[in-house]
């Protein structure tokens, strides 16, 4: 159910009528810094296995999230590949330089109906 906002739109303040406000802050979408190394545990769970693919933590943008790691670990990610398991489960499949798969869960279709 949708209730109405409090209070409602018309009443809020405009970004350009208040002084000293970036207009696009007001909707702005904040991306947990990525520059430093990825832990697994803080920022992904997983063992890039099959069984146990790597999962992102909320609030984590995936393929901004998944590049970062595999730069990491060294992945060749230009080879990535969408893989079906035999649960019906979609994961991203990623080699690296022996041609050893990683796989990822991502967050678009856990499994398929």
């Known amino acids: 159910f949708l209730r109405p906002l409090d209070p409602p739109v018309s009443q809020m303040p405009s970004p350009l009528a208040t002084p000293n406000l970036r207009p696009y802050s007001t909707f702005e979408v904040r991306q947990p810094c990525l520059s430093g190394r990825m832990q697994r545990g803080v920022h992904y769970t997983g063992r890039g296995t099959m069984d ?51 796989y990822f869960a991502p967050p678009i279709f856990d499994r398929l109906p």
């Open 52 to 102: 146990d693919p790597f999962v992102f933590r909320a609030g984590l943008e995936y393929y901004r999230s998944f590049y970062a790691l595999c730069d990491q670990l060294g992945l060749d990610s230009d080879k990535r590949r969408l893989m079906l398991t035999g649960q019906g489960r979609l994961l991203d499949a990623v080699p690296d330089k022996e041609g050893r798969l990683y």
